[in-house]
């Protein structure tokens, strides 16, 4: 089945510094989605991308749509506490479920 | 707040006992999909409901089952629960209603504690 890859991991990066992390897939995906889940809590929608190669932002969150549409990036600048989580992305095609990628945990230290 | 909910937030059981978790979707929302996350792990797909109906199936047990009712409401049944399934129970919707842009959206989780 279709599965999502997501990379890093994890990250631990320093207060102020920005972040780039991206989910790769072997299938195509018309739509992509990326949520942060604080522990304990649902995953929250960040940003939706719905078009090849659309830039969307959100705040000091910044996504990317692939344009080969087997791909997806988010960006964070200048990230602060808060920004702890686990950010997953999820893909999507027309009549079929969406897929999920395993997540990247990131750690913000002060 | 996603506008999906879902109750209880906390439920501690026994092992061997049942259980049922239920989740209303956002206005609108058409589709009711269930998750399971253990302690530090991914998003685990369950089941698929649309419009009463089931969609589609995941890696859901035997022992687990679900509807959803004619007003979209939808419950997961626990059965003979066992200490591995304590868990991160989501429930997300979405429209899933013929366009091409569906997006989901997620609760806020039910935590089971089986001991």
Known sequence: GQQLNQSPQSMFIQEGEDVSMNCTSSSIFNTWLWYKQDPGEG????IALYKAGELTSNGRLT?????????????ISASIPSDVG???CAGHNYGQNF????GTRLSVLP | DSGVTQTPKHLITATGQRVTLRCSPRSGDLSVYWYQQSLDQGLQFLIQ???GEERAKGNILERFSAQQFPDLHSELN???LELGDSALYFCASSVA?????DTQYFGPGTRLTVL
């Open chain 1, 43 to 46: 995953p929250v929608l960040l």
């Open chain 2, 78 to 80: 626990l059965s003979s």
């Open chain 1, 99 to 102: 897929v999920f990628g395993p």
């Open chain 2, 49 to 51: 409901y649309y419009n």
């Open chain 1, 63 to 75: 996504a990317q749509f692939g344009i080969t549409r087997k791909d997806s990036f988010l960006n």
């Open chain 2, 97 to 101: 209603g013929g366009t091409s842009t």
């Open chain 1, 86 to 88: 686990i950010y997953f």
